[in-house]
């Protein structure tokens, strides 16, 4: 008899999702196996608010880093470091929590428009 949940993969490595990929390959509702698979996607691509940091006011308290949900704020040496925007997805928790307002959100649209207007500058 074949088990209702035959393909739900425990144990099974799934591969890595690629858009040439049929239907046939994916696995069943898309689930995926591996733990830390977030790590290999670019999951900033869809942000369309960035958060800044202004150095100047931040005082390095890392409750941005503690709150963040996708783990995007890097601290080195118990300091605010950066950002990784390839993962960050602009929810704005960071700007929200930070207590000295050292994080400012802008519009990745507004941002693209004057690299260009600089750009046509140079
Ligand atoms: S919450 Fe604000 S002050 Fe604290 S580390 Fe983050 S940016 Fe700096
Ligand atoms: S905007 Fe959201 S995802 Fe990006 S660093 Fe801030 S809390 Fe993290």
Same mark, same amino acid.
């Given at each position: ?8 993969? %425990? ?5 890595? *999702?690629? &858009?040439? #990929?049929?239907?046939?390959?994916? !696995?069943?509702?898309?689930? *995926? ?14 942000? !369309? ?6 150095? +100047?006011?931040?005082?390095? @308290? ?6 963040? &949900? ?5 601290? !080195?040496?118990?300091?605010? +470091?950066?950002? +990784? ?11 929200? *929590? @930070? &207590? *000295?307002?050292?994080?400012? #959100?802008?519009?990745?649209?507004? #941002?693209?428009? %004057? ?8």
């Amino acid at each position: 008899m074949t088990p209702f949940n035959r393909n739900f993969g %425990q144990g099974k490595r799934t591969k890595a *999702v690629r &858009p040439d #990929m049929n239907w046939e390959e994916i !696995t069943k509702a898309g689930n *995926v196996y591996e733990p830390g698979n977030a790590n290999t996607y670019e999951t900033g691509d869809w942000r !369309t608010i960035r958060p800044v940091w202004n150095k +100047d006011r931040c005082i390095h @308290c890392l409750i941005c880093w503690r709150y963040c &949900p996708d783990a995007s704020i890097i601290a !080195t040496d118990g300091k605010f +470091d950066s950002f +990784d925007y390839k993962h960050c997805k602009g929810c704005g928790i960071c700007a929200n *929590v @930070c &207590p *000295v307002h050292a994080i400012d #959100m802008f519009s990745e649209d507004e #941002m693209d428009r %004057q690299k260009e207007a600089k750009r046509n500058e140079e």
